[in-house]
């Protein structure tokens, strides 16, 4: 093996054998349908990505599925755009159905609207892998950020950096989104150690910055003592960095982020966003990819899974202490 293999190709080289590792402790998921005859080497697949709407965290996503397929030669790949709404979300599903994609990656928009398309999918026997936001119909995988527990963290390190003591605001998700529960209920549980923090509001910014904006300039004049800010993504978190700036307070103000966007990993290294939960999508995609195509490759049906798949991507809390340690190739 050549002693310079970049670490972007290297990770593509040991997908497969890392999203293996991932599922293992899965491995009775399957059940006792039987396998279908191993695909000859001449079959072609297709597979396609639904995302939620275009954003740095599913174009990340599509990069790193990208990186994996695009080594197979008989797989072709694309990626379609849900423009926010579960109805064309679900129109996207069944023209993939309909035309026999041999998988379909999936970032719902509502997480019980796409349940009956993602059983239509099974049923056809195609496997749904979500990204990062689950639904309530059982698929084949699900591959994630550490929602939950990445967000208690959050919530400690807020906590300390705000001295234990003062007032919260959550710019949040919309509702009928799983992660929206799990990122706002793992901070709440973090900040839960600081009984002289109190969270004075809670609204959704839709996941837009320009949102964000709007919101935290709102719930400022109605508290101005408002000191932290939570934001369930880094676009929203950005937003309260540009209200903070534009009203003079940044100073005086923790914000947080979720996800570590490259805007966000910046806005710190420029001593503006306080912080955020980090995790490399590229290699999120990529362990999507590779059990995608190890399951079609395989030829492991759809309904063969007893019990879903989950995959959790670790995670770092960055600070300016140590955003530094996030490398150029792992930032998206």
Known sequence: MRRN????????????GAAAA???????????TPRKAAAQDNASYRMAFIQFMPH???????TGIEEVLTTQANISYELLDGQGRPDVQIGLMENLINQGVN????????????GPSIAAARDAGIPVITLNIDAVEPHAVHVEMNHYFGAVAIGQAMGELM?????????????????RDQRTNGFLEGLAQFPDIQVVADQSAEWDRRRAQEVLAAMLAADPEITGVY???DSMALGAVDVAKSNGVLENMVIFGNDGEIAALESIEA???????????????????????????????????????RVLMPYTIVTADNVGTIQPNQRW
């Not at 293999?5 to 497969?16: A, E, H, I």
């Not at 998988?103 to 796409?114: G, K, M």
């Open 56 to 62: 740095t965290v599913p174009a990340a996503w599509s």
């Open 271 to 309: 001593g503006e966003l306080t912080g955020t939960q980090y995790t490399d999508v590229f290699q999120q995609g990529r362990f999507a990819a590779s059990i995608a195509a190890s399951l079609i490759t395989g030829g492991v049906p759809a309904g063969a899974f007893t019990r879903q798949g």
């Open 22 to 32: 991932g599922l293992a402790p899965y491995a009775p998921l399957i059940g006792s």
């Open 163 to 179: 001295g234990g003591s003062g007032k919260v605001a959550i710019l949040n998700a919309p509702p009928g989104i799983i992660i």
């Open 103 to 114: 998988a379909i990656f999936l970032q719902p928009v509502d997480s019980v609207a796409l």
């Open 5 to 16: 293999l970049s670490r972007r190709n290297f990770l593509k080289s040991v997908g497969v």
């Open 231 to 233: 934001g369930v993504n």
